[in-house]
T-cell receptor
Framework: NAGVMQNPRHLVRRRGQEARLRCSPMKGHSHVYWYRQLPEEGLKFMVYLQKENIIDESGMPKERFSAEFPKEGPSILRIQQVVRGDSAAYFC?????????????FGNGTRLTVT | GEDVEQSLFLSVREGDSSVINCTYTDSSSTYLYWYKQEPGAGLQLLTYIFSNMDMKQDQRLTVLLNKKDKHLSLRIADTQTGDSAIYFCAEILGGSYIPTFGRGTSLIVHP
């Protein structure tokens, strides 16, 4: 049973370009979470999605960032017009349901570098 | 404070015990978690404890919970070089299902 798959592992973008980060949850998991890890900081929650629905986006910056989890295919985190401050590791996690005893399973992350 | 707090670094000698401490924010948090992150990898769940427990033991890992002080600790017995990693404490705030993480403690194990 494959774990949470994220790609690409590393992504380099110039300022102003778009970054698209993909996440395939574990088989049987319909809940996806995106976190951002800035250098020297912990993980900050960004958004929580179920299939075709955004449930909680309280951690998403108001501009340039968007996320989706379509009926078919991976979840996508999209960053438009990237700036240097967007450089970070972006982690996706999934769970089979939302309950206290369904811990999150994390992917290995996408490390975004903005030059 | 408003954040889950952890000390940033801990250095121990191989074979000694490691104790990683965490102070969480919400006395109504129901589950508290410890995750491990190895270099270049994602977070791996190590263990978790339900808030009605004081202690949980799992092989070399012991979790202690002090609800009065909102303090959580992870003890690793007989620490090995393979235990070198960043350890994150996480809580689920009352009314939410989404874990809030601390900044992580870098555990360095030297021979």
């Amino acid at each position: 049973n494959a774990g949470v798959m994220q790609n690409p592992r590393h992504l380099v973008r110039r300022r102003g370009q778009e970054a698209r980060l993909r996440c395939s949850p574990m088989k049987g998991h319909s809940h996806v979470y995106w976190y951002r890890q800035l250098p020297e900081e912990g993980l900050k929650f960004m958004v929580y999605l179920q299939k075709e629905n955004i449930i909680d986006e309280s951690g998403m910056p108001k501009e340039r960032f968007s996320a989706e989890f379509p009926k078919e295919g991976p979840s996508i985190l999209r960053i438009q017009q990237v700036v240097r401050g967007d450089s970070a590791a972006y982690f996706c996690a999934s769970s089979p349901d939302i309950s206290y005893n369904s811990p999150l399973h994390f992917g290995n992350g996408t490390r975004l570098t903005v030059t | 404070g408003e954040d889950v707090e952890q000390s940033l670094f801990l250095s121990v000698r191989e074979g000694d015990s490691s104790v990683i401490n965490c102070t969480y924010t919400d006395s109504s948090s129901t589950y508290l978690y410890w995750y491990k992150q190895e270099p270049g990898a994602g977070l791996q769940l190590l263990t978790y404890i339900f808030s009605n427990m004081d202690m949980k033991q799992d092989q070399r890992l012991t979790v202690l919970l002090n609800k009065k002080d909102k303090h959580l600790s992870l003890r690793i017995a007989d620490t090995q070089t393979g235990d070198s990693a960043i350890y994150f404490c996480a809580e689920i705030l009352g009314g939410s299902y989404i874990p809030t993480f601390g900044r992580g403690t870098s555990l360095i194990v030297h021979p």
